[in-house]
């Protein structure tokens, strides 16, 4: 699946890298979620291929970010 993090709306709560923590952590740079870096799209820190063994949990981090930053597409 690949997902997309609107960074600019991230508000930095931390459920995503919490729930997710394969995929999402934290960019101590500017306090914003990013994609880990095995799963980056060209190195963009905001898009992701992830493996489907973590479908579940990405769903999860998407459902939890309480600004609706995190975008999922199949
Ligand atoms: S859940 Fe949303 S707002 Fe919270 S850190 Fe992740 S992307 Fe940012």
Redesign the pocket.
């Known amino acids: 699946m690949k997902v997309t993090?609107n960074r600019g709306?991230?508000?930095?709560?931390?459920?995503?890298?919490a729930d997710c923590p394969d995929v999402?952590e934290?960019d101590n740079a500017d306090s914003?979620?990013q994609i880990v870096e095995a799963y980056r799209i060209g190195g963009d820190p905001a898009v992701g291929q992830v493996p489907d063994a973590l479908a579940k949990c990405v769903r999860s981090?998407a459902d939890?970010?309480?600004?609706e930053?995190?975008r999922v597409e199949e």
């Open positions: 993090i709306a991230c508000i930095d709560c931390g459920v995503c890298y999402f934290e914003t979620s981090a939890g970010c309480p600004v930053a995190i």
